[in-house]
């Protein structure tokens, strides 16, 4: 039982909600970046959350069922082809054996997602089956002719559909964050936090989405011993220009932090495409 990747597009990754716990090793979360998404995608087939499907970077991809099976795609709205007809996203679509789908390119974000009934089988590192960009932990960037294989499905009920999330909004990408814990370090973080304005760099991955724009002033010269990191860290280089860290990131580092995103918005900036502006606000949480 397996599908067969004839094209992967600009970057294809197996990825499930990540392989957390194991930063004492030295080894960053990954998982897939907008994981909302991934989730839809498996409850449309009916497969757990947990289940390990593609993380297809701005789509351009073309896979064959080689055995019959239900798939759903989801993440920005995308064209979607069987062989040469038109089908829906966001829905579950079955196909038969030898049928090919195609995924085009979409309009809005940047990470397309794909479950099949059943879940990727690959084999599992330390509890997951996710691509790990950073260190190299588990399967390697999908190329063409690729097999791969799938595990057996249990019987379930599929989804309705579901209409796709937005993954882009007209005007800045605003998200809330948590000062600290190095907040202190900068003049006035909260002021020039709120304040600034930047644009997400195509030098962005999934370690992290480099920003440009304003620079951000420090009150305190120098560099920090490497302390920990967690997903969603503001760290501030010494140009001034932060980078907010993502699933692959690094698990120590020695720039200080000013912040940390919220969780929820997480999702909204693995959709940011190069270009996008970028600002923040205090979260004022209780």
């Not at 932090?257 to 970028?278: C, F, K, N, S």
Request: net charge negative; glycine share 12%.
């Amino acid at each position: 039982m397996t599908i067969t990747v004839l094209r992967p597009g600009p970057l294809a990754l197996v990825q499930d909600l990540g392989r957390p716990g194991h930063a004492a090793l030295g080894v960053p979360p990954s998982g897939a970046l907008d994981a909302p998404a991934l989730e839809l995608a498996n409850a449309l087939v009916g497969n757990p959350a947990d289940a390990a499907g593609l993380e297809l970077l701005l789509g351009g991809a073309l896979l064959r069922a080689d055995v019959p099976c239900v798939i759903a795609v989801t993440g920005p709205p995308v064209q979607l082809k069987v062989d040469k007809e038109p089908v829906y996203s966001h829905q579950p679509i079955e196909l038969k054996a030898g049928q090919q789908i195609r995924i085009g390119t979409p309009k809005t974000g940047l990470r397309v997602y794909l479950a099949v009934h059943g879940g990727i089988d690959v084999p599992q590192e330390l509890g997951s089956r996710s691509t790990d960009t950073l260190s190299g932990i588990g399967p390697q960037p999908l190329k063409a002719d690729d097999t791969l294989p799938l595990a057996t499905p249990e019987l379930t009920m599929f989804a309705a559909r579901n209409e796709p999330r937005t993954s882009s909004t007209p005007g800045p990408l605003i998200i809330r964050v948590t000062l600290g814990p190095r907040d202190d370090w900068f003049l006035d973080a909260e002021t020039q936090l709120s304040s600034g304005e930047w644009t997400v760099s195509p030098q962005s991955n999934r370690v992290g989405l480099r920003l440009s724009g304003t620079r951000l002033e420090r009150s305190i010269e120098g560099e920090l011993p490497s302390e920990g990191l967690v997903t969603g860290a503001i760290q501030v280089p010494a140009g001034g220009e932060p980078v907010i860290f993502l699933n692959d990131r690094p698990t120590t580092g020695g720039y200080p932090v000013i912040g940390t995103v919220h969780p929820a918005d997480l999702p909204l900036l693995a959709q940011a495409r190069p270009g996008t502006t970028v600002r923040m606000t205090l979260d004022v949480r209780g």
